[in-house]
Every structure is written in C-alpha cells, then in structure tokens.
C-alpha cells in the first residue's frame, strides 16, 4: 500500500520547538516534490512549506518563515520540518504531501491538487 506517514507531533509550550517527520511506505520520496501543509479548527488547509526533489528549493509561507525549516534526506527516505518559536497559532493537524510533477515551489504549497497525502498528525501549542 502507498503511503505517507508523519510523526513528531504533539503539545509543546509557546516558544518550543518540535520535529515533524514524514516518510513513505511502498514508494521512494526521491521523485517527489513534498510539501508540508497543515489545518487549524475551522480553518481551510494551507501550505506551509514545500522542498524540491533534488536541487534543495525551498518555500515558506509568511507565516512560518524564519522559525520552520524543511529538508529532506532521501536516502533516508525521510523529510523532515523543524519547528522552532512554536505559538499558540501554530495548532493544527500537520500534514505530509507528495507529488510527482515538477512545481514550481509557492505554487505547489498554493493548491491540495497534490498527489498522495499523510493522515497528519497533530500539534499543540498551548501552556
């Protein structure tokens, strides 16, 4: 079965730091661009961040640059998303996403017209 699995969520104090990882079962992320997304109560899905399949690109939203960082280590078969200065804004579902066609970056974390999807896993940031 193809699939995508994130892990590394859970509730951490404002100004915390968490790692999300995502891996895939029955594929190989090498040949897809991956993008991390994420959704709050009552919010619509958004990108948050995206990673290119090999030259290291990467994009932020406003909203997490400067405290996120996503990388990916293929022959690992992992990506990962580092999450630093957490706030209490940050809670949602964390979503892992692959796709195999070539994106540009703020455009891919723009659209969920993305290919295979994670369950999520869920992050709270609360005191």
């Known amino acids: 079965q193809l699939q995508l699995v994130e892990s590394g969520g859970g509730l951490v104090q404002p100004g915390g730091s968490l790692r999300l990882n995502c891996t895939a079962s029955g594929f190989t992320l090498d040949r897809y661009f991956i993008g991390w997304f994420r959704q709050a109560p009552g919010k619509e899905r958004e990108g948050i961040s995206c990673i290119s399949r090999s030259d290291g690109s990467t994009y932020y939203s406003d909203s997490v640059k400067g405290r996120f960082t996503i990388s990916r280590d293929n022959a690992k078969n992992m990506v990962y998303l580092q999450m630093n200065n957490l706030r209490p804004e940050d809670t949602a579902v964390y979503y892992c996403?692959?796709?195999?066609?070539?994106?540009?970056?703020?455009?891919?974390?723009?659209?969920?017209?993305?290919?295979?999807w994670g369950q999520g896993t869920l992050v709270t940031v609360s005191s």
């Open positions: 996403t692959a796709d195999g066609g070539s994106w540009y970056l703020p455009a891919m974390c723009a659209t969920t017209h993305l290919e295979r």
